[in-house]
């Protein structure tokens, strides 16, 4: 299903504190990506608005209570209503998180990560599998950071490539996450790259979050300016492999200069279109920081 999706471009996540700064710089934006439960089941002005965003923006649903990753099938009502937003929207693909956020009686709140086991991974594919047939679009799973990483068989990029194998799936790659993982837990992030399918790679997210201090972990916070580190690893990944879309993330402090927030749209936009020669492979310290907290 990830034959001949179209190349989106540079785009933005709509969040209401930014709906008339988007509405009038709408020729600065390729895209949008919006919050998937936002308008499942919403009321009409609600869907109006999201008719709006429609007629003048490519849109694409992202989601955060999907759950695939729990133990039951994910609700049936909540996939119907899914299929007929993507529909709706005419959507290219759309994405949830490579997690679960609740069991079958809690409501976590979270995004949860998994036990990072084949058996899991084998489950998580075929259910990813069936979503996405019933939706009758691409899905997308996104990486998601953890700030406990416990002993397990699979490293989180050998579990990715697991799932992966289980279905026909694509990947959102979220260098923000990504950065963030690999300086709370010590690892290299273009190993990381090395390890994953990138040919499944459809769309990135990028954004800033809060770097840990000392002991202190760093944190996902959609909150802060896009560090080097992540455009780092976008110019790293797309030399290696084509990026049919960007995402600038920022759900917090949103800054005073809406212009602020279209720079970085242009810069994503500028990387997409540089795809020269593999960059020369930087030293790991270039990310990677002592494990915070013990974890």
Known sequence: MLTGLPALGSGLGHRVELAEAIEAHADRIDWLEVITERYLFAPADECERLRELVRRFPVVPHGVELSIGSEGEPNAAYVEALAQLVADVDAPWFSDHLCFTRTDSVDVGLLVPLPRTREVARRLGRRARRVQE?????????NITYYVDLAAPLTEAQFITEV????????????????????????DPLGFLDDIPLE???????AGGADGDGDAMSLDSHGAAIPDRVWDLLAELVSRTPVKATLVERDQDFPDDFGDLLAEVDRARAALRFRGSRTTRRPADRWVAQPAGGA
Do not use: K, S, T
Request: negative net charge.
């Open 134 to 142: 019933a939706v009758g679009r691409p899905f997308l799973l996104e």
């Open 164 to 187: 992966m194998e289980h279905c026909e799936c694509g990947l959102l790659l979220d260098l923000a996450n990504l950065d963030i993982n690999a300086r709370n837990h010590g690892f």
């Open 200 to 206: 499944r790679v459809v769309q990135v997210h990028l």
